[in-house]
């Protein structure tokens, strides 16, 4: 082959990379220390925000998220600044209501964001429609994304028509969002010779935590892959992207040559090699290859969440009996991807399940709410047997789910009053009420600031807890003000607190 096709490369170091590897701790101003060498660097894009990094600012670093985009946007001025938008969840884990929607989306593109990548964890268009056209209304680049997953269900011909419903709404490109690591090299390159079929660019994003990541990335460009998701070398593999030096010398002199310059990509990652030592990074994440994902499909992030959910209950022996448990439950789920907030729904009904020794004998807010259908339209239906159980005789909710929701954002507006300096606050405050308020207080002296010290990720010194026979107080839940749920159970839910 001697035609040339450069294939491109956006970057997630400032986004993905360090939400896989540090709990999306890293500062602005390690940021901003290197941002304008990144910007010469020539990627077609770079992932700046969005996903875990929106309320991760606010939470644990306090720092204003819109300030962080702003601040980015003024000193990266040639590559565009792309994000990861979770459809009608936004940036959060529950479905918001269109006004908060639109506004959210207004903002991010008038604070700098240039391509928007829309998924929703069951693959439900329905739940992708509003952010879509928001985006296109603000002039954004609209990436539509195909949460890649694998089941009896999930096969290339659903993946085709999936691709093609998004193009209909209106996608001007095409993601591949294979958050797991599963995507086999074969897979990947038949997997993007259909979705190329479809007329739009395609992208490929995954991750390492398999080992297949570079090697599919590979067979995905012979395909014709348009765009491919690296990270600078010390934040890359693990649980992250693969990195993108490696990369660029496998292609340099190929037709596929990417055309960056490998010196200055290796200038940024001698600065990421220095700032890493700052922050804590859990040795699961950096592990190597986990074979727990090609066994179970399982996410490795989600497996160090289930482990630690089991060490709060003094059960930590009972780990490889809920990695038995949570294929189980998904398919009785309809075979969502575990992407978030589905694989926190997922993982944590199957630990219930294994410490109460019987299948749904307590059964999470979450999955309730998501059996009637309030978090959107799974790939196939759920088990007749968990129906059962949640809906009795009733039949589950048949209309998108934020249909059901009231207008949010004035409400918001009311409640938040004068700690609110700006339209961005108040959007904050509707999509994370706790965290926001705090920020804010904190923001005006009202409360303490987060120490220094806590702000990196290092874990406190160990304590030890009281056991206490099957306590469930260790999950919180997130959607207990979302539609329907359970007011009797209010603490059966699927989130890990902290």
């Known amino acids: 082959m001697s035609e040339k096709r450069p294939v491109k490369i956006t970057d997630t170091t400032f986004r993905d990379a360090h939400q896989s ?18 910007d010469n660097i020539g990627f077609h894009s770079m992932e700046v925000w969005g996903g875990a990094t929106f309320d991760s600012c606010m939470r644990f670093l306090d720092e204003d998220p819109w300030q962080r985009l702003r601040l980015l946007r003024k000193t990266i001025k040639k590559t565009k600044l792309q994000m990861l938008l979770r459809g009608q969840n936004l940036v959060g884990y529950r479905h918001y209501a269109d ?32 952010a879509m056209a928001a985006a296109r209304r603000e002039g954004a680049h609209v990436q539509a994304t195909i949460s890649y997953t694998l089941s009896p269900y999930h096969n290339l011909d659903l993946f085709e028509t999936n691709a093609r419903r998004l193009v209909e709404m209106g996608a001007d490109s095409i993601a591949i969002k294979d958050m797991a690591g599963l995507i086999s090299p074969f897979d990947a390159f038949e997997l993007v010779s259909r979705l190329k079929k479809v007329g739009v660019p395609v992208q490929l994003h995954s991750h390492y935590t398999s080992g297949m990541a570079s090697m599919s990335y590979l067979k995905a460009i012979e395909a014709g892959v348009d765009v491919v998701d690296t990270a600078c070398a010390p934040l890359a593999m693990g649980t992250s992207q693969p990195p993108t030096e490696s990369l660029v010398a ?74 038995r448990e949570v294929p189980r439950v998904r398919a009785d789920l309809g075979y969502p991807p575990l992407v978030t907030p589905t694989s926190q729904i997922v993982g944590s009904q199957a630990v219930v399940n294994v410490l109460l020794g019987e299948r749904y004998k307590m059964i999470s807010t979450e999955v309730k709410n998501y059996v009637r259908g309030l978090y959107g339209r799974p790939t196939t239906a759920v088990s007749d047997e968990l129906k059962q159980k949640v809906l009795g005789g009733e039949a589950p909710v048949e209309v998108r789910p934020a249909d059901l929701l009231p207008p949010q954002m004035e409400a918001a507006r009311a409640e938040i009053g004068d700690l609110a300096e700006s339209e961005e606050d108040v959007i904050s405050y509707a999509l994370f009420p706790q965290v926001a308020e705090s920020f804010f207080r904190r923001r005006r002296g009202l409360e303490p600031p987060i ?11 160990a304590k030890p807890a009281a056991c206490r026979e099957a306590d469930l107080s260790f999950i919180y839940t997130v959607d207990s003000g979302l539609l329907l749920a359970d007011e009797e159970d209010p603490e059966q839910a699927a989130y890990p607190a902290g």
């Open 21 to 38: 590897l540090m709990a999306t701790r890293m500062k602005t101003v390690h940021m901003l220390e290197v941002a304008e060498l990144m």
């Open 99 to 130: 006004d908060v929607v639109d506004a959210f989306v207004s903002r991010a593109v008038a604070a700098g964001i240039d391509i928007i990548r829309i998924f929703d964890a069951l693959n439900d268009p329905r739940n992708m429609a509003r």
């Open 451 to 461: 120490p220094e010290e806590d702000k990196c990720g290092f874990p406190a010194a």
């Open 250 to 323: 496998a292609l340099r002199g190929t037709p596929y040559d990417t055309g960056l310059d490998l010196e200055m990509i290796t200038k940024a990652s001698e600065f990421f090699k220095g700032i890493k030592k700052l922050y804590y990074i859990p040795p699961e994440a950096t592990g190597g290859v986990d074979t727990d994902v090609l066994v179970y499909q399982i996410p490795g992030g989600m497996i160090s969440n289930l482990a630690s959910q089991l060490a709060q209950q003094k059960a930590a022996h009972l780990l490889p009996e809920v990695l």
